[in-house]
Nanobody, 115 residues
Framework: QVQLVESGGGLVQPGGSLRLSCAASGFSFSSYAMNWYRQAPGKERELVAGISPTGGSTNYADSMKGRFTISRDNAKNTVYLQMNSLKPEDTAVYYC????????WGKGTLVTVSS
């Protein structure tokens, strides 16, 4: 029943932009803080950004500040990650995570930044 489905990943050149989406269903989306995490090959999963249940507050990892923007549309049960000025080191699988109680993970979408 619970689903988090990421989309929008793909291949992009350095300096380019992508917008990731995560469509949620099967739970009370507006009651959950939402987060984006990423995991590069051979690396541990790291927090990218987070947003409070109603979108009133956000937080970002230092390396993403000024380049990435997290937002949500509770009417559409969707959280977004706008990624600008992408760098090769941003290459990773990006996951959305619903942060409340047990929590829920999506399956991820691959972002590859390469020329």
């Amino acid at each position: 029943q619970v689903q988090l489905v990421e989309s929008g990943g793909g291949l992009v050149q350095p300096g380019g932009s992508l917008r990731l989406s995560c469509a949620a269903s099967g739970f009370s989306f507006s009651s959950y803080a939402m987060n984006w995490y990423r995991q590069a090959p051979g690396k541990e999963r790291e927090l990218v950004a987070g947003i409070s249940p109603t979108g009133g507050s956000t937080n970002y990892a230092d390396s993403m500040k000024g380049r990435f923007t997290i937002s949500r549309d509770n009417a559409k049960n969707t959280v977004y990650l706008q990624m600008n000025s992408l760098k090769p080191e941003d290459t990773a699988v990006y996951y959305c995570y619903a942060a409340r109680g047990l929590g829920y993970w999506g399956k991820g979408t691959l972002v590859t930044v390469s020329s």
